[in-house]
């Protein structure tokens, strides 16, 4: 590529910019007793350090489930376990049994900071940049700038490196839609047994797969790829989770710290469709738990079904791409205990069609950031977040010229719009409209911030609502472009609203 | 404090907003990049000079005039020109919104969060005078290689390498100081010279001088450029002077205007009578010769010799240790010291030294007048010469030379090469600046991003020429690599690292030392062997 330079100068930048909100505060700086999720990949580390194995999942005098227990799948156990190999070599206090709880000082925030770096560089980045490389119908220019925009993607950057979260890999999708079914789904399985979040996106890697085997003939060639696809995902899986297979209730215990269904609808302030809905009607009380559970299983399925059932008879790279964000988009609207940081699964695949429908991603991506404030502010994240979210949006406005591209070919809202037009004849303004509700939420989002900051937190329920409100307007239009040219997609979008 | 800057913020939303939609702007963006870069450096370290400012806006602020350059109840004393303490006067009456008790003299090491927020805000506000100049220089640069992409554009490239500057980012906004408004104010000047808007451009020169002394270093380039070029409205056809066509009226005007400005900064004091105690601030003499660390200069080759001189010497038993002095700069961090076996360098002997350095470029500007080019040529000779060879010298001042060696880079290959070479050790040698862990990372990525871009923007550019670089300088530029692995990662977990603190430091100086050398007579050597441009433009 002759334009090499320019591509290390954007991921120099990158990582310059996660440097510097990484110099911010944390989440649960300096707040006993629990702290935050800084404290939590922190004590990760002491308990795999210093237990075996086969207690890590385990409430013990040891390991006191209550306080940051874990509840990550085997992967992030095993990396936490290699983070405090390096802790132990540096400092042993900072990872000491009982006696390190709590433990902050200035280099262990760095040495923190730098193991998130440092994953980044060796797993998210060289993805990125790979998937920029490998879009194909763009210059380079254009290549470059998607990765740009992608590595500045405020979101992943001020949870990863302000508020504490390692970050997960891409290189699944890559895999896959690059024609390497095989390293994708290890990728994917991988990322699978890293967090079990990443299941939100397991249904279209499974649809796309399935149909690519259909596609080649389940007699011949088809089976085969069917075959040693399936042997990749049971090996892989076996291997993560070989240490605890030797007893049963070790794996049991290890499922049930996976997934605590017993926790509740929805966290405090999610912006999905049951914390905005129950802001007239109380669903929490209403409904008994596991009505509840059922409820939201069965939309999540519902809403999500459209899209995977296309994509196994027809697939495609790109198709593929538009029906994780769908998927993904569906879990984090229906399902249960969805928290704010679960935006982040949907803003990725988001991300990868930043180039194909630049301006609703970059929409859709400053409002993921937006949604998650609350949270940010509580870390003191204010600045950085700001920052960063304008940052963003300059890096898109400039790189792809959002705000000329709004007609409704570039929207993917043409066959929409056609339909529309055969019983509203006049029906040509939907191009401006969109463009308007996009000022208007910026707006919102601005006037919102200035509000949360300067007012008194008690007043934060009506500002949620509208929050909410100015959510679903975006989040009905991405689910409806996902579904262009499929007519049961379509009847997903009034179902939405 | 939050609620103003969320303001700000949002104001400048809507102004990016309404930009926008009117079409990608790139410059417009890369300004807009760095100064929300520059706003996630706020909380990084700040060395004493935050100190020095916030001293220095509680005199301008609590004290009158007949006070200002008496006050000495912090040991940073106001030692700039009166129109920075005028300026820190203004700023102090928008700090007073932000928290009163930085505006307490005696409240020395004061550093409330408002406080650190008010004076890096200030910086990147006043860098928008900076971003203007950047603005007028690109329109200065002839566009006659047309290309179609963007990048690739001589505009684009002189745009990113000022305003994306390393040495400017982590002086400015990570160390703290001012630099950023007055290379504005130099920038914008010369641009007004390239513009043939002379007069405006010796007004802002005159200002910038009554805002910082230390541009004094490049005034003999202004002085000589002006009166060749501007008071002799016109040439022989070889080139050489045509004495009748000089012009008394342009010479008054300059001379006028220079001297209204003069005066109504040193004025007051000069009505106040306190023009020597002025002066005894601005030109402190009495510190050594080298800074706190020493600046890459030749002075740092001269003292390190010295030190291996004296090393051999006491080996070999020629010298008796007794008579070495105690002083001898065993950590790197002495103000002064006394050379042990060359002679010891006063004052008067550097002065002379950056004169004999300056003369060459002097006399060729005035005996071959190349245009306002010829002009930014000897403005950089001047900066570098007086870097060289100047009294107390501080390792930010090579800025005053990379800074307009970047708007002749991007004109011929020659000058890239060299701009390159200069730029690449000059931010390397800014780097001991920066000590703390955690901006470790940033210097280091800062850096290479810079470099790189700067190293392959300027190849790209010049891809139909000869490389830019012969094996030597390759060589050299790689090995500054390895230099700071020594330096930062290695060197502190040896056993030397208590017996010779000063090693890494050292070792940087003199490294940087030769290659801002070399460019130094590399940029000579083009002046020199340069044809002079055919017809010197008339007025």
Known sequence: MEKWYLMTAVVLLGLTVRWTVSLNSYSGAGKPPMFGDYEAQRHWQEITFNLPIKQWYFNSSDNNLQYWGLDYPPLTAYHSLLCAYVAQFINPD??????????????HKLFMRATVLIADLLIYIPAVVLHCCCLKEISTKKKIANALCILLYPGLILIDYGHFHLGLALWGVLGVSCDWDLLGSLAFCLAVNYKQMELYHSLPFFCFLLGKCFKKGLKGKGFVLFVKLAGTVVASFTLCWLPFFTERAQALQVLRRLFPVDRGLFEDKVANIWCSVSVFLKIKDILPHHVQIIVSFCLTLLSLLPACVKLTLQPSPKGFRFTLVSCALSFFLFSFQVHEKSILLVSLPVCLVLSEIPFMSTWFLLVSTFSMLPLLLKDDLLMP??????????????SFSIFEKTSEEELRLKSFSVSVRKHLPRFTFLPRIIQHLFIISVITMVLLTLMTVTLDPPQKLPDLFSVLDSWLINSVTSLRK????????????PFTR | MRIKWVECAALSVMAALSVMTGGGSWFLALALGVTLLKCLLIPTYHSTDFEVHRNWLAITHSLPISQWYYEATSEWTLDYPPFFAWFEYALSHVAKYFDQEMLNVHNLNYSSSRTLLFQRFS?????????YAVHECCKCVDGKKACKELTE????????LLLWNFGLLIVDHIHFQYNGFLFG???LSIARLFQKRHMEGAFLFAVLLHFKHIYLYVAPAYGIYLLRSYCFTANKPDGSIRWNSFSFVRLISLGLTVFLVSALSLGPFLA????????????PFKRGLCHAYWAPNFWAVYNALDKVLSVIGLQLKLLDPKKIPKASMTSGLVQQFQHTVLPSVTPLVTLICTLIAILPSIFCLWFKPQGPRGFLRCLILCALSSFMFGWHVHEKAILLAILPMSLLSVGKAGDASIFLILSTTGHYSLF???FTAPELPIKILLMLLFTIYSISSLKTLFRKEKPLFNWMETFYLLGLGPLEVFCEFVFPFTSWKLKYPFIPLLLTSVYCAVGITYAWFKLYVSVFTDPPVGKTKKQ
């Open chain 1, 94 to 107: 900072w990872i000491a049994l009982h006696s390190s709880r709590g433990y902050e000082s200035q280099a």
């Open chain 2, 153 to 160: 554009k001589p505009k684009f490239i002189l745009s990113v």
């Open chain 2, 123 to 131: 910086v990147i506000f006043t860098d928008a005078l900076f971003v």
């Open chain 2, 272 to 283: 106040l009578n306190q023009l020597p105690q002025v002066f005894s601030r601005l030109f």
């Open chain 2, 185 to 187: 104010l130099m920038l």
């Open chain 1, 482 to 493: 996902s579904g262009r040219g499929d007519p049961r997609q379509r009847e997903e979008a």
């Open chain 2, 432 to 434: 001991p600046l920066l």
């Open chain 1, 385 to 398: 977040s700001v920052v960063t979210t304008m940052a963003f949006f300059i890096a898109c406005a400039t």
